[in-house]
């Protein structure tokens, strides 16, 4: 991928448990850039939906895709670049916040299904049950080639991952705004 435009938005994409919230803040502290939790966006219908079990419907999601459409609004406006985590698994919802936003990225973090269901079903303080994961797999449409972004296997350490995502979207040769 070529020297990405400034500013930009990078959007940390996958399904819950495959890493995004670490790669997202690894991104944002190595580039020096404000970080947004996808998740803090929803909702609290949304919210309570999931903690029962429930997955989200397209109509469910589609206010949290605009509350998260704002907030890069907002960073576009002000000229800074950021990166947050949404799980935007359709191509619909990552169509949506793309509109009229030229500058947003994704960067879909894969991984086993087999690691995912581990770490969700191991993760303590988050509303997200383990029962929502076949679910969100199924629903899952990767990244196609007309769409901007990367993938990046959540193999081997943190640190391994994030220089890859940073290789793949160019980040590893910008000056860091920190």
């Known amino acids: 991928m070529p020297r990405v435009p400034s500013p930009v938005i990078v959007v940390v994409m996958g399904v819950s448990g495959s890493g995004k919230t670490t790669l997202a803040t690894g991104i944002a502290r190595r580039m020096g850039w404000e970080f947004q939790e996808g998740?803090?966006?929803?909702?609290?219908?949304?919210?309570?939906?999931?903690?029962?079990?429930?997955?989200?419907?397209?109509?469910?999601?589609?206010?949290?895709?605009?509350?998260?459409?704002?907030?890069?609004?907002?960073?576009?406006?002000?000229?800074?670049?950021?990166?947050?985590?949404?799980?935007?698994?359709?191509?619909?919802?990552?169509?949506?916040?793309?509109?009229?936003?030229?500058?947003?990225?994704?960067?879909?973090?894969?991984?086993?299904?087999?690691?995912?269901?581990?770490?969700?079903?191991?993760?303590?303080?988050?509303?997200?049950?383990?029962?929502?994961?076949?679910?969100?797999?199924?629903?899952?449409?990767?990244l196609v080639p007309d769409e901007p972004g990367v993938t990046v296997a959540a193999k081997g350490r943190p640190e391994e991952v994030l220089e890859a995502a940073l290789q793949r979207l160019g980040l590893d040769r910008q000056e860091s705004h920190e």
Not at 85 to 99: N, Q, V
């Open 39 to 142: 998740d803090e966006l929803h909702p609290p219908e949304n919210v309570a939906k999931m903690s029962r079990g429930e997955a989200l419907t397209d109509e469910d999601r589609w206010p949290w895709l605009a509350a998260i459409g704002t907030w890069m609004d907002e960073r576009l406006a002000a000229g800074e670049s950021a990166v947050l985590t949404c799980s935007a698994l359709r191509r619909a919802y990552r169509d949506l916040l793309r509109e009229n936003r030229p500058a947003v990225v994704f960067c879909h973090v894969t991984a086993d299904a087999a690691l995912i269901r581990d770490r969700v079903e191991q993760r303590r303080g988050h509303y997200m049950p383990a029962s929502l994961l076949p679910s969100q797999l199924a629903t899952l449409e990767p």
